[in-house]
């Protein structure tokens, strides 16, 4: 490791741990005193949820870069994808049919969605050998209409737990235990590392799959790999916090700024900078207007979807328009 | 010796036949051209060649041994190649696009180590590219980035060496260069060449062989100067060809 990308680290870290500070003694309610209500928030409510907020940030950046190195598209994200609407469909489905008392159950169902969403945006998206931005994009705003409508309707039907089913929607890390940061904590970890093993393989894949294949990697092997592991690590996030849209756009892109673009710096990187994103993010939540809470996820849009006008705006320049 | 054979290639997309029963040599150590008119199989024959496509019937032997056989990251052992178009919307250093031509030699975990800097600096001098080393990709011009990419596959340290319409998108000065830059490459390393070219009169003046496609078939083979006359073009391409000067420029009659 050099010794910058080590200072960097360094400074990550202590904003991160700053961050967690800031997020577990301040909110709605002052615990400042250390009573046993106090303690009981800080304990059971605001440690649980910061926890989640560093997993699931981390989590969705890192399946930003690994979405963008298969479809070779720098605007790919989960959210923008569809992704993270394909597994909160499955989240859905799993509280109507009551699945949602097995420990892996909605997990397991949001998987099943979101991987039978990516399924259909490649089949979509794919024009001979590439996979068009335009197409790409279309294909993901057509799955988000179309999920976001049966979401709609299932609630319409099941009012009983429409509360529930419309938190999915909206993305909020309000109730999270220390058993679902647990749960999404495992597969992050494990997908995390593992998508950090295949990363020079995905920077060999952003020069297109012919480049890839004749430099000794397995193409469709590979994507399928990386898809499903991502995936999977999105419909975890999703399962326990509901769709939050743009970390995986946002995080990786100022990430590549500052280190270049390789995905061996990246990944690492993306880890602490998700973790950033995701706790600024909470905390402008749960504070911008107490005692209420905003939903984290439209704050990660506030500042994703300018941010990817502003992408789209620079991929016009390049192209004379 | 020959390095490469094609015995009987046949190769179909659905019921078209894009190419039939191609059968040639070619010697090591050799630049071999690949010419024809557009769509008459130039680009199939070589990804058939480097296994990126399974030809449906014939055998084609590298060193003797059937191409199918060889694994992805054996192939790319054996066999690089450089595209024509070389486009992404991600931006690596020079340096780093040349490192990637060691990729075939690393295991999963492996990180580049002093051998590979080493491996990636001489590709990168003799292609003069290594002042360009710490340049984004997308920031150079169509010459300097097509030799980053040779560099590459020099870097990948292959008996064989495929190249599709590598000076199609470039200016006159610079397809002279990056063919000199091969002829240079072919002597110094021992490197086979296969090379699919439109400009006849390049064929003509620096490979040693000529293949030449039309309509999925193997018209001719043999050394340049046999293959490329007057005639012989007329034939391949539909027009009234004469070679004036030196053999070195062709035109149309008409």
Not at chain 2, 122 to 146: C, F, H, P, V
Request: glycine share 6%; net charge positive.
């Amino acid at each position: 490791m050099k010794a910058k990308d080590f200072i960097y680290y360094i400074i990550l870290a202590l904003i991160i741990v700053g961050l967690c500070i800031i997020a577990s003694f301040f909110g709605s309610v002052d615990i400042s005193n250390m009573t046993d209500a106090d303690k009981y928030i800080l304990y059971h409510i605001r440690i649980p949820r910061t926890l989640m907020c560093m997993v699931a940030g981390s989590t969705l950046a890192v399946c930003g870069c690994a979405y963008q190195a298969v479809f070779k598209n720098p605007l790919s994200d989960p959210y923008i994808l569809g992704v993270s609407s394909g597994a909160s469909l499955g989240a859905s489905l799993a509280i109507v049919f009551g699945l949602d008392f097995l420990i892996f159950g909605v997990t397991l169902i949001s998987f099943l969605t979101a991987l039978l969403t990516v399924f259909i945006i490649m089949k979509l998206s794919q024009v001979g050998n590439r996979m068009h931005t335009t197409t790409l994009l279309l294909a993901g705003i057509s799955m988000n209409f179309l999920i976001s409508a049966i979401i709609s309707i299932i609630m319409f039907i099941d009012q009983e737990d429409m509360h529930k089913i419309y938190f999915w929607t909206m993305g909020s890390l309000s109730g999270i235990k220390y058993r679902d940061v647990l749960i999404t904590f495992c597969f992050s970890l494990v997908g995390i590392v593992f998508i950090r093993l295949y990363a020079k393989r995905l920077n060999v894949l952003l020069l297109g799959d012919m480049q890839a294949n004749s430099l000794g990697v397995n193409v469709e092997k590979t994507k399928r790999t990386i898809l499903i592991i991502s995936t999977l690590m999105t419909a975890a996030v999703v399962s326990c916090t509901g769709v939050i849209g743009f970390v995986g756009l946002v995080v990786p892109h100022i990430v590549r700024l500052i280190v270049g673009g390789d995905n061996r710096k990246i990944i690492p990187f993306s880890v602490f900078g998700g973790m950033i994103f995701m706790l600024l993010a909470d905390i402008i939540a749960r504070n911008a207007a107490a005692p209420s809470e905003l939903p984290i996820g439209s704050i990660t849009s506030l500042v994703g979807a300018p941010f990817f006008i502003y992408l789209l705006y620079n991929a016009k320049k390049k192209l004379h328009f | 010796m020959d390095i490469l054979t094609c015995k009987n290639i046949s190769y179909k997309v659905k019921d078209k036949t894009i190419l039939s029963d191609i059968n040639f040599s070619v010697p090591q150590g050799t630049m071999t051209s690949i010419v024809g008119m557009n769509g008459s199989g130039k680009t199939t024959l070589l990804k058939l060649v480097s296994n990126i496509l399974k030809s449906d019937s014939g055998e084609i032997l590298l060193e003797n041994k059937n191409i199918k056989s060889y694994s992805v990251k054996e192939t790319a052992q054996n066999i690089s190649m450089v595209f024509q178009n070389n486009e992404t919307d991600f931006d690596f250093s020079a340096q780093q696009i040349v490192l990637m031509g060691r990729m075939p030699y690393q295991k999963l975990l492996q990180a580049d180590n002093k051998d590979d800097f080493l491996i990636v600096e001489q590709a990168m001098r003799q292609t003069n590219t290594w002042q360009l080393k710490d340049r984004l990709i997308n920031s150079l011009s169509g010459g300097e980035k097509q030799r980053v990419f040779i560099a590459r596959s020099l870097a990948q340290q292959t008996k064989l060496m495929l190249l599709d319409e590598p000076v199609a998108n470039l200016d006159l000065k610079h397809q002279i260069e990056i063919m000199k830059l091969l002829k240079q490459i072919q002597k110094q390393n021992n490197t086979t060449i296969l090379i699919v070219l439109h400009d006849l009169s390049l064929a003509l003046k620096y490979s040693d062989n000529v293949l030449a496609l039309k309509n999925g078939q193997m018209c001719f083979f043999d050394s340049a100067k046999t293959v490329l006359t007057q005639e012989n073009i007329s034939t391949l391409f539909e027009i009234n060809a004469s070679i004036v000067g030196n053999h070195n420029v062709i035109i149309d009659n008409n």
